[in-house]
């Protein structure tokens, strides 16, 4: 089955403990992202990735890092979680083949940083 | 820079009422992909509809139908006959078709839908 995984789905953590939110995708995707998701403001790219080992900032990239040394694989790192980074997390993918395709999108990891 | 803007924040019908959700958006592109995308209580999001700048045909989906209107930079969506199923949050969205910003997908604020039986 064609789909985008999330790890964990539900995270409680505490100010300044380091944290990695796993996205793998079994589609053969050239594009990755990650978003993401707070009331009234819809949701808002944080990096994305063309390709492997080609990243970008999105609109809300501070407090983030994200590597991409697999096709498949695009984790989302917090060095230093913050409590402003109390989110929902979306990881999603498309094809790149010269046009915008569709971005199909995971389950969402909720994060809860004390 | 791109904006999509949704100002109902949130809508509540009836059962079988017919209902609009609003986007408008902005963009300095001339080729441009509009969305929407469906997201129910359980969390995930759905892909309901992409739609192309060259193309200002409405289009139907069984009880979904879509009005893109480039001269107004709008790009509704109308369900009729809605159902308590059709509860969800709803987010249009504006993507480049080109250029450095290529890929790169802007949201609107959402609009919640609620279905009364």
């Known amino acids: 089955e064609a789909q985008v995984t999330q790890n964990p789905r539900y995270l409680i953590t505490v100010t300044g403990k380091k944290l990695t939110v796993t996205c793998s995708q079994n589609?053969?995707?050239?594009?990755m992202s990650w978003y993401r998701q707070d009331p009234g403001l819809g949701l808002r790219q944080i990096y994305y990735s063309m390709n492997v080992e080609v990243t970008d900032k999105g609109d809300v990239p501070e407090g983030y890092k994200v590597s991409r040394k697999e096709k498949r694989n695009f984790p989302l790192i917090l060095e230093s979680p913050s409590p402003n980074q109390t989110s929902l997390y979306f990881c999603?993918?498309?094809?790149?083949?010269?046009?915008?395709?569709?971005?199909?999108f995971g389950p969402g990891t909720r994060l809860t940083v004390l | 820079a791109q904006k999509v803007t949704q100002a109902q924040t949130e809508i509540s019908v009836v059962e079988k009422e017919d209902v609009t959700l609003d986007c408008v958006y902005e963009?300095?592109?001339?080729?441009?992909?509009l969305f929407w995308y469906k997201q129910p209580p359980s969390g995930e999001l759905v892909f309901l509809i992409r739609?192309?700048?060259?193309?200002?045909q409405n289009e139907i989906s069984g009880r979904y139908s879509w009005n893109f209107q480039k001269s107004t930079s709008s790009f509704n969506f109308t369900i009729t006959a809605s159902q308590v199923v059709d509860s969800a949050v709803y987010f249009c969205?504006?993507?480049?078709?080109?250029?450095?910003?290529?890929?790169?997908?802007?949201f609107g604020q959402g609009t919640i839908l609620t279905v009364h039986p």
């Open positions: 999603a993918s498309s094809k790149l083949a010269g046009v915008p395709d569709t971005q199909y």
């Open positions: 969205a504006l993507s480049p078709a080109g250029g450095t910003s290529y890929g790169k997908l802007t």
């Open positions: 963009t300095r592109d001339t080729t441009y992909y």
């Open positions: 589609m053969n995707h050239e594009y």
């Open positions: 739609r192309n700048s060259f193309d200002e």
